[in-house]
């Protein structure tokens, strides 16, 4: 049954509190208010600081400063409207919190605001571009330029005398080597200085033994004394070393300097002041004085104008938010009924109905509208309720079969939106169910995209992950009304596998190809080294050096071999400490003799930190990267015909954080169009290749956690092969792994030879 819901405006006032709190500040009129403050005080200080102080104030300034303080105070006196309408309506609505009060003020108060604040500025434009017209800056800049100039020229005039008495000394040093001082001759030479130097007066003192100034010759004098020409001060400052001393009087600009080669004598000169540039300075000085005292009053009527234009509008304001508050009182008195009934419904209770007011007005449609939806969503909410439990039901069901499933599975709508992804998608993608719903899958990942769009819907596609290792992927796109249903699943742990079965197939045939010749060819080299390495005449040390290194190699080729045969896999590394300049130098070394047509050179620095790496397998990946690289100009020149002739360069660099870049570059045949795959096992372009050799040194340079990289010369036709190696990755593996134990002699013959070759490089 509904419940009429009778008007509660008649009853009792609300809360005391409200009553007897409602003029009491919150922290908004307390920042508001001490913002006002703030601003009050940046202006008094900007006003009356010594940058604004002898200026007046531009008009843009002025409309500036009276926004910046007229608007926290017309923002105070809102926020103090709204505290009161929201108070009354607390106190007059039942269930009513005075939002409502508080917008209708707010808005009457921004209506009247708004005109108010343009009008002040106005008006305070059009004052201030009155009295900028006869006190703008460039008036005042005008008569202090003016002053400034004067000054200038009077400055100026200083710095001439002084010139000019300097220059005159000189002159009169080399006259008084040619004539007497009291010849007509001098007289005249110094008379002409003075005058052609624009000077009034000029004097030649001399200080005899007894200490007492005498002038020796004079040009116009006057009937001062020696001494007030000539002072013991200025004497003084000229033997301390000051070339000219200048000296300003009231009538007069004057300059002593020294008299060269003349001991003891001085040359005294004087301008009087009586100059344009000096009565110019006087006269601006004046006018400026007079200019200031006006300026000083027009700021006075500039700040009283202004701060008028500033209450009256905060009067004007204040008015227009009384008459909000008492407007918004009577519109939303009658709204309180609805408000109560509103919470009821909102609670639950959809039987509520009001009573419509007898006066048939908006509040009264309002009301009629408000019954008629209460009565509408009582009955739809019972369908609704219903309806929903059947669809979390389905939801529940398709989410466990989903949940069971193995495969990834994501749908996604016509737009490639992810509508739903299950538990493995969330795993192989890496990122939960909520951060996928509604993300675009080009976003997500760009590769199951690409399926979507292309002709083919199924395939293998490379998963790149932000936080995870790159998996590959067999996908498989299935069109399900306007969107997808994508179904894929993680085949990187079966490539995996299959490459490992590559592997140990490529270990049985190393094993089967090059097991047996090893024992001849080790015999053979040792018995060269028993048989003739004493008898060998001119280069015994490179005999020496030769046969060891094949039967270290022989060596390393057996061990590596015998591991191959042991587990089917590459061996493992033994790290110790090495200096991977004579690991590349023995790299070379190796085909440098035996290709004495093709030119080799090493470049190391000369002081390296030792690195942590396998030597052998260090070494076996430097041989193949340069066996290639004398490969590749031995099929250069196969078609030019001619004799084999290249340049194989290996650098060895220090790269960023400590990284070991090593560089070996040649002028061979260069790179094949499948670039990217030549490392893989089995991948030639040669005949007769295993391609196997760059396959083995990735594999090495994986196992010490470096990069490999191939492009073309940079200095022409060829490849050059860049191998990184990090010394911070491979310091913590030093005596780790398979093998000797690092610091152990071998028994093999030459490796303590590698250790003394070492040596003798200054490893």
Known sequence: MTQPFLSALDGEPGDTDARSGWWRFGAPEYYTLALIASVAIGTYIFVTGDAQSERLLTPALVAAIMVANLVPAMALIVLIGSRVARARAERTMDGGNGRLHVRLVALFSLIAATPTL??????????????????????????????????????????????????????????????????????????????????????????????????????????????????????????????????????????????????????????????????????????LADYNDLFQRSQQLQLQFNGALYLGSLLLLALAVVAAIVVADRITRPLGTLIVATRTAARGDLSVRVTPPARDDEIAVLTRAFNRMTEQLEGQTSALVNVNEQLETRRSFIEAVLSGVSSAVVSVDAQHRILLANAAAESLIGQSAETLTGQPLGDVAPELAALLSGGEQEGIVQLARRDAEPATLAAKAVAQGDGFVLSFEDITQQLLDQRRAAWSDVARRIAHEIKNPLTPIQLAAERLQRRFGEKVEGDAATFRKLTDTIVRQVHDMRRMVDEFSSFARMPKPTFGVEDVRDILR????????????????????????????????????????????????????????????????????????????????????????????????????????????????????????????????????????????HADRLRPLAGKGGGVPTGQIESVPGRIRNRQDREEHGA
């Open 118 to 287: 343009l009008v002040v500025i106005f008006a305070s434009l059009l004052f201030q571009f009155g009295v900028d017209f006869w006190f703008s800056d460039r008036s005042r800049g005008m008569f202090e330029n003016a002053a400034s100039l004067a000054q200038g020229y009077y400055q100026e005039n200083q710095r001439e005398v002084s010139a000019n008495t300097f220059a005159m000394a000189k002159d009169l040093s080399d006259q008084l080597g040619r004539v007497a001082i009291d010849s007509p001759e001098f007289s005249d030479y110094y008379f002409q200085q003075v005058v052609v130097r624009s000077l009034n007066e000029s004097a030649i003192i001399e200080i005899g033994t007894d200490g007492i100034p005498r002038t020796a010759a004079m040009i116009d004098p006057d009937k001062r004394a020696v001494e007030s020409r000539l002072t013991p001060a200025t004497v003084k400052r000229l033997d301390a070393g000051e070339q000219v001393v200048v000296n300003v009087q009231p009538d007069r600009i004057e300059a002593v300097t020294k008299l060269p080669r003349q001991p003891r004598a001085y040359v005294y000169a004087s301008r009087d002041a009586n100059v344009p540039g000096f009565q110019q300075s006087m006269r601006a000085s004046t006018v």
């Open 586 to 725: 023995q790299a070379v070394f190796l085909f440098e003799v035996a290709k004495p047509d093709i030119i080799f050179s090493v470049k190391t620095p000369n002081e390296i930190e030792p690195l942590v790496c396998d030597r052998r397998l260090l070494s076996q990946a430097l041989t193949n990267i340069v066996k290639n690289a004398v490969e590749a100009i031995e099929e250069n020149t196969k078609k030019s015909d001619g004799p084999v002739s290249g340049h194989i360069r290996a650098e060895l660099d220090i790269g960023p954080q400590d990284a070991v870049v090593i560089r070996v570059t040649d002028d061979g045949i260069g790179l094949p169009e499948a670039r990217d795959a030549i490392a893989e096992p089995y991948m030639t372009t040669r005949q007769g290749g295993t391609g196997l050799g760059l396959a083995i040194v990735k594999k090495i340079v994986e196992q010490h956690y470096g990069e490999l990289e191939f492009s073309d010369n940079p200095e022409g036709r060829g490849t050059q092969v860049t191998l990184t190696l």
